[in-house]
């Protein structure tokens, strides 16, 4: 069970991002993809999740509007695409794999069992 986000950097406030999570195949399979987010001395918050059954996203409110999350099955991989970045998106960005079950919520981190490495993403002037 394998999980590789990548797609930071240091953008100005405004711009665009586009992060990447390459999933084992067997993962986009029945699971959810979620991304989240950890910045100095906050907690991790979920901030996009995607249903590999029905393709169901979810967003943070703080995000909805200028995140898009989607999946490309032919090449196991979600994307976050960051428009409209603020200073208050820094934060390094986690992917993460859930299985799906009753009372699922995508943005709850405890739900997620596959943790991939961090990308850092600096929002600054």
């Known amino acids: 069970v394998q999980l590789q986000a990548s797609g930071g950097g240091l953008v100005q406030p405004g711009g665009s991002l586009r992060s990447s999570c390459a999933a084992s195949?067997?993962?986009?399979?029945?699971?959810?993809i979620g991304w989240f987010r950890q910045a100095p001395g906050k907690e991790r918050e979920g901030v996009s999740c995607?249903?590999?059954?029905?393709?169901?996203?979810y967003y943070a409110d703080s995000v909805k509007g200028r995140f898009t999350i989607s999946s490309d099955n032919a090449k196991n991989t979600v994307y976050l695409q960051m428009n409209s970045l603020k200073p208050e998106d820094t934060a390094v960005y986690y992917c993460?794999?859930?299985?799906?079950?009753?009372?699922?919520?995508?943005?709850?981190?405890?739900?997620?069992?596959?943790w991939g490495q961090g990308t850092l993403v600096t929002v600054s002037s």
């Open positions: 993460a794999a859930a299985n799906l079950g009753p009372g699922f919520n995508g943005l709850a981190p405890s739900w997620y069992n596959y």
């Open positions: 195949r067997f993962i986009l399979d029945g699971y959810a």
């Open positions: 995607i249903a590999s059954t029905d393709g169901s996203t």
